[in-house]
């Protein structure tokens, strides 16, 4: 992918004594980066290290303090000066998790969307407009049709078509530097290594690529540098080989590791939550129980219902049929408040949509389900609901004041919020559905205390993950959900990776 007559291609991207401050944060303060031609090159860090906030400066949409350069070749320019044109024109391109793709139309319109279509008679030449996205698709060694419909693709094929239409100027002006923030946070464990096989593939024929991620493994494996970021400083830069995770966590974290050694639980209470032949959206007839005590995964596909299960006991949408039961006792379908009034706690997957109060400060979105705490003959006791906050913001070591808006907080620390806030109200039920998502290492290894505090004081949990290692590590029970139903269920000991493999992703195979 190199092209040694392009200049800007095997450029080298140098970011020098970069600082962003917003009003009251320091988010970034003189942090110089270099991105080498064909490097693998990791960015990582705590939450609110500042990792978004310099993605953001380099796609032109923050403005940096005054006083950092940045240097593409021999070329330099002023950091307070980049704007989007300027970043597209330099050749960066972004992948972001949300991947901005069309899943109604097909692979040639998606790739090609935001540039000129090949035409021919006044009109769209659509014969040539596939051919050159197959062509760039063959290049790219992406298995797919270009006339498919991208809502048919797996999810990291999906991927690969927003990284395709990122790739789609490298013959003409050439394509600097890739940029992707966490691109597989929502894909299923097994998709994870063909993408990143895929990324590396490329980065070895010469494409630069800065990854952003907080999965530690994937950095270990994958990437050539690793530059690590903490509260907003540059911390360490330094081939991926001489890390290991210890090394990497103390970097991150600034201090060595706390491993938790996991006591596996083996007793359970009576049934908190008792689901009877649910049916709703692409559940058929889901049947479980959840005891004191115990954390149960589901586990599926994409689209196999995971999110749907949860919806459909918290109420949020109302079942075609069925029974969901807390403490033997039968809720309305279709009634959130009850439900939280019965001690069931919903952390959504999406954040932005359905988690966080984003018009709103800290201290509100923590206090949203238990505002009736703080009310008094017609008053607010904000004190109290202000030393609450001040609390949470200290045990889940949220990076943020309690007056701030929740949309200020980066992504990580918003999760710490929406799961904070399910463990104010004290559940009988906690419906977990992506909990640590763009959580860092220091923050997991919390919510999981979190986790198994609520359980040991006789909640259930209902968790769907798509990190194994995250499955692994919590669940005392594993349900497998396909084709709308449970098909299969493991516990104990006998969780395991190649169980889960087994279980989940061959039946992908015996189906298709
Ligand atoms: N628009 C904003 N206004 C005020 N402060 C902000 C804004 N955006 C980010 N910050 C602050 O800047 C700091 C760095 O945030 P940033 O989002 O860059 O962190 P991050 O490393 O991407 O975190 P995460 O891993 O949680 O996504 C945080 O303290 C955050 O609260």
């Not at 962003?20 to 320091?26: E, L, M, N």
């Not at 919020?417 to 290894?445: C, F, I, K, N, Y």
């Amino acid at each position: 992918m190199v092209d040694a007559a392009s200049g800007r291609r095997a450029s080298t991207l140098a970011l020098a004594r970069l600082s962003k401050t917003f009003p009251g944060t320091r988010a970034l303060a003189d942090v110089s980066l270099s991105v080498a031609p064909g490097h693998f090159h990791a960015l990582v860090g705590g939450n609110g290290s500042g990792k978004s906030t310099l993605i953001k400066i380099l796609a032109g949409v923050y403005s940096a303090d005054r006083g950092g350069s940045l240097h593409l070749g021999d070329e330099s320019f002023d950091v307070e000066q980049l704007t989007p044109r300027w970043s597209r024109e330099a050749g960066i391109r972004f992948v972001h998790q949300d991947l901005g793709l069309f899943p109604e139309l097909t692979v040639t319109e998606n790739v090609l969307a935001g540039s000129p279509f090949p035409r021919r008679l006044g009109g769209i030449d659509w014969s040539e407009a596939r051919r050159s996205v197959q062509r760039l698709l063959d290049a790219l060694e992406i298995p797919v049709h270009a006339r498919s419909l991208v809502r048919d693709l797996r999810p990291a094929d999906q991927t690969l078509i927003a990284v395709a239409r990122c790739l789609r100027d490298r013959d003409s002006g050439g394509v600097g530097l890739l940029v992707l923030d966490e691109p597989t946070t929502r894909l299923p464990a097994d998709e994870v290594d063909g993408l990143l096989q895929r990324l590396s593939a490329y980065s070895s024929r010469g494409q630069s690529i800065l990854y952003v991620t907080h999965r530690l493994d994937e950095v270990l494996s994958y990437a050539d540098t690793v530059t690590v970021l903490r509260d907003g400083r540059h911390v360490d830069t330094r081939p991926a080989a001489q890390h290991d995770r210890e090394s990497l966590v103390a970097h991150i974290a600034g201090h060595a590791p706390a491993e938790r050694q996991r006591q596996p639980r083996t007793s359970f209470g009576p049934a908190v939550l008792s689901v009877e032949g649910l049916r709703g959206g692409p559940l058929e007839n889901v049947t479980f129980d959840i005891r004191a005590g115990e954390v149960v995964a589901l586990a599926g596909l994409v689209g196999s219902g995971r999110t749907s299960v949860m919806q459909n006991v918290m109420g949020a949408v109302k079942p075609r049929g069925g029974s969901v039961s807390v403490s033997g006792r039968r809720l309305r379908s279709g009634h959130v408040a009850e439900a939280i009034s019965r001690g069931l706690a919903l952390v959504p997957e999406e954040r932005a949509r359905d988690g966080a109060f984003l018009s709103l400060s800290v201290t509100e979105n923590l206090s949203a389900s238990t505002i009736g705490r703080y009310r008094r003959g017609g008053w607010l006791r904000r004190t109290d609901e202000r030393r609450d906050a001040e609390r949470d913001i200290d045990t889940y070591g949220i990076k943020g004041t309690a007056d701030a808006p929740i949309a200020r907080l980066s992504g990580g620390n918003q999760q710490k919020a929406v799961m904070a806030r399910a463990m104010r109200s004290a559940p009988v039920v906690l419906l977990l559905d992506e909990p640590t998502q763009g959580v860092d290492v220091g923050a997991r290894a919390d919510i999981y205390a979190q986790i198994d505090a609520a359980v040991a004081g006789g909640a259930g949990v209902l968790l769907a993950t798509s990190d194994l290692d995250e499955l692994l590590h919590l669940a005392d029970r594993v349900l497998v959900l396909a084709d709308g139903r449970i098909t299969s269920e493991a516990s104990g000991p006998d969780i395991t990776r190649t169980w889960i493999f087994d279980n989940v992703y061959q039946h992908e195979k015996a189906s298709t």
